[in-house]
């Protein structure tokens, strides 16, 4: 099965307000890292975390590799934040796995 | 700002033909992948290379072979197309440490069609 879960795979958010995004682990990985695809396609890392919490701007990602999961917090969302996020972890050294991703729709 | 760079971007051709997918980085990192985009857009790792040593294989057809002449570049062979080849292929670079991968960077993408 799926060792990355991601959830939800769709979410509509009006501008000004926020969400969560969620990746599940069936096993314990060292590290997560969260992309957003840009508007040419390229995959730009917003994240990598091996443990605890970080911050950037309206965007917050935590990781708890004990209970096997990472979130992505958005707030303040921003009609620019809509597109497709990726969550993808480290299973060892040389192997990242990604969820299915989750398209995000900023509405105004 | 890229650093990550892939060549072709687009290529067509037909079933039974040879493709070669070239990438270069200049992060100076140790690790290179190649990952396989479907038509559902799933993310998948095809190989990884640690210092031109092919590290993660992850039962890719054996049409496909990847080539590294030093840990800067990473190219991506595939010797007769199949329909289901078509995809857009990833390449990523990573600096790897205390063992975990590191940060992953990526390419623009080569996308391929099978006619």
């Known amino acids: 099965g799926d060792q990355v879960e991601q959830s939800p795979s769709a979410l509509s958010l009006h501008e000004g307000t926020g969400s969560a995004l969620r990746c599940n682990f069936t096993?314990?990985?060292?590290?997560v890292q969260w992309f957003r695809k840009n508007s040419r396609g390229s995959l730009i890392n917003l994240f990598y975390?091996?443990?605890g919490t970080k911050e950037n701007g309206r965007l917050k990602s935590a990781f708890d590799s004990k209970e096997r999961y990472s979130t992505l917090h958005i707030r303040d969302a921003q009609l620019e934040d809509s597109g497709t996020y990726f969550c993808a972890a480290d299973t060892n050294a040389y192997k990242v796995i990604f969820g299915k991703g989750t398209h995000l729709h900023v509405l105004p | 700002e890229t650093a990550v760079f892939q060549t072709p971007n687009y290529h067509v051709t037909q079933v039974g033909n040879e493709v070669s997918f070239n990438c270069k980085q200049t992060l100076g990192h140790d690790t290179m992948y190649w990952y396989k985009q479907d038509s559902k857009k799933l993310l998948k790792i095809m190989f990884s290379y640690n210092n031109k040593q092919l590290i993660v294989n992850e039962t890719v057809p054996r049409r496909f072979s990847p080539q590294s002449s030093d840990k800067a570049h990473l190219n991506l062979r595939i010797k007769s197309v199949e329909p289901e080849d078509s995809a857009v292929y990833l390449c990523?670079?990573?600096?790897?440490?205390?063992?975990?991968?590191?940060?992953?960077?990526f390419g623009e993408g080569s996308k391929l069609t099978v006619l």
């Open positions: 990523a670079s990573s600096p790897n440490w205390g063992g975990n991968t590191g940060q992953l960077y």
């Open positions: 096993t314990t990985m060292r590290a």
């Open positions: 975390l091996a443990s």
